[in-house]
């Protein structure tokens, strides 16, 4: 099993929509949760960064997790075209930081 | 500011053979990562430093080495290619860990 669990998709939605995308992950050691965005044959760079439980918000994104199901959420309103990329879930803790295997999403105009 | 510069962007190689991928970073970040990336999963830790001079195994370290003689740079080297190494390969710094990485745009290489 591995540590972080990601549905790669695709995903696809038209613009404006609402989305939702979703990890899980099995040890609870971890204590810190990121959202990596990566564009086509570029590195992956950070969204977002939480410590432990709770939402946080970011212009048109917002990030979620919760603890007691060890489940990490990012939620991007009014999605637009250039929000096309794979985004990727991590979890960190001393120095291991481990990955989903990311989600590729498609916002058509 | 550059961030995190990989060289070379694209290499292919022959079975046996050796190279080294270079790493630089001028954001003074202690901390400093090797991944790959295969399809379908995801990001692996290969080697890892937390400061100059020091390295650490990550989760798929076999096959290769590392060395972090300046704070600035981390090298990866491949003493005998195999076909399993093809694959992207990043760079990434930290400060803290905690605050998240900095990636590098990658190394794809091919091992033929």
């Known amino acids: 099993q591995k540590e972080v669990e990601q549905d790669p998709g695709p995903l696809s939605v038209p613009e404006g929509a609402i989305v939702s995308l979703n990890c899980t992950y099995s040890n609870s050691a971890f204590q810190y949760f990121m959202w990596y965005r990566q564009y086509s044959r570029k590195g992956p760079e950070l969204l977002m960064y939480t410590y432990s439980s709770g939402n946080k918000e970011d212009g048109r994104f917002t990030a979620q997790v919760d603890k007691s199901s060890k489940y990490i959420s990012l939620f991007i309103r009014d999605s637009q075209p250039s929000d096309s990329a794979t985004y990727l879930c991590?979890?960190?803790?001393?120095?291991?930081?481990?990955f989903g295997a990311g989600t590729r999403l498609t916002v058509k105009p | 500011n550059a961030g995190v510069t990989q060289t070379p962007k694209f290499r292919v190689l022959k079975t046996g053979q050796s190279m080294t991928l270079l790493c630089a970073q001028d954001m003074n970040h202690e901390y400093m990562y090797w991944y790959r990336q295969d399809p379908g999963m995801g990001l692996r830790l290969i080697h890892y430093s937390v400061g100059e001079g020091t390295t650490a195994k990550g989760e798929v370290p076999d096959g290769y080495n590392v060395s972090r003689l300046k704070k600035q740079n981390f090298l990866l080297g491949l003493e005998s290619a195999a076909p399993s190494q093809t694959s992207v390969y990043f760079c990434?710094?930290?400060?803290?860990?905690?605050?998240?990485?900095?990636f590098g745009s990658g190394t794809r290489l091919t091992v033929v």
């Open positions: 991590a979890t960190y803790n001393n120095n291991d930081m481990r």
């Open positions: 990434a710094s930290s400060y803290w860990g905690t605050d998240g990485y900095t």
